[in-house]
């Protein structure tokens, strides 16, 4: 499943569709909500919204837990949220006044197959590529966020990072060096440029080489390498195990047939 694919399941209220999916780019899966009680809590909801809009959207199911396989997480067991312990409206308005500028379009809603599979998801559409979300500096204290202090969360693989401070700290060193003190518009270009290099490369569409057998991931590539130059051409589903073999299919190059 793709990330609209994602989209569409929860929507029509099929939670249990993302079992067994791999955490990434574009998806986080939490067991429980956040307790917003907490305010590390809050902090942690408005870093985890705004590295999904610092790194193309995504979505955050809150009710799934997960477990490690391959290196990885992967969607595993869905915990269902009481309705009672999420006010969606308590949600969407933290992250208004938390991110900054508020992503647009981001949607929080339940998806619950009526069935005892229930869940909260964060859907973060794809925002303006040049526009750069931030937070405040993460205290654990009560209270409105601050406004004399940034952090700027991404999203890489599967995980949320704050861009190093030592990254932020070279870059306004060198426009210091160069122009001076910045003003706040060159302050935000430069925030601009650092999340840009530190945004990963959008992840290729379709299986991939090795995708859906880790444990034999570098098995596969290396077979793979060695037989492209014969005419193989992209993968054409997952691998998997028949027997002793590891296996994966490929469209041929040249006449577009399974190879």
Not at 67 to 92: F, I, K, N, P
Not at 98 to 111: D, F, I, K, Q
Not at 223 to 241: K, T
Request: proline share 8%; glycine share 10%; aromatic share 4%.
């Amino acid at each position: 499943m793709d990330l609209e694919a994602v989209r569409v399941a929860l929507r029509a209220q099929d939670p249990t569709a993302l079992l067994e999916l791999p955490e990434g780019q574009w998806l986080d899966a939490k067991g429980a909500p956040y307790e917003l009680r907490n305010p590390r809590a809050v902090e942690e909801l408005a870093k985890d919204v705004a590295a999904f809009a610092n790194g193309g959207g995504g979505v955050i199911v809150v009710g799934i837990t997960t477990r490690v396989q391959g290196g990885g997480e992967v969607l595993d067991t869905v915990c269902s949220v009481d309705r009672s312990s999420v006010d969606l409206d308590q949600w969407r308005k933290l992250i208004r006044e938390h991110v900054t500028p508020a992503p647009r379009g981001t949607s929080v809603e339940w998806s619950d197959d009526g069935h005892g599979a229930r869940v909260v998801y964060i859907d973060v559409p794809a925002q303006d590529p040049d526009c750069l979300f931030v937070v405040a500096a993460p205290t654990g204290k009560p209270g409105a966020p601050r406004t004399d202090t940034v952090a700027v969360p991404v999203r890489e693989a599967d995980g949320t990072h704050w861009l190093p401070r030592t990254e932020l700290q070279r870059l306004l060193s060198n426009a210091v060096a160069s122009s001076g003190m910045p003003t706040p518009q060159v302050l935000a270009e430069l925030l601009h440029e650092a999340v840009a290099r530190a945004r990963p490369e959008p992840a290729p569409a379709g299986p991939q080489v090795g995708q859906g057998l880790s444990s034999r991931r570098q098995e596969v590539r290396e077979a793979y390498e060695q037989l492209r130059a014969a005419g193989l051409g992209q993968p054409a589903g997952e691998a998997y195990v028949r027997g002793p073999a590891a296996i994966q299919e490929f469209e041929a190059s040249r006449e577009g047939q399974p190879g």
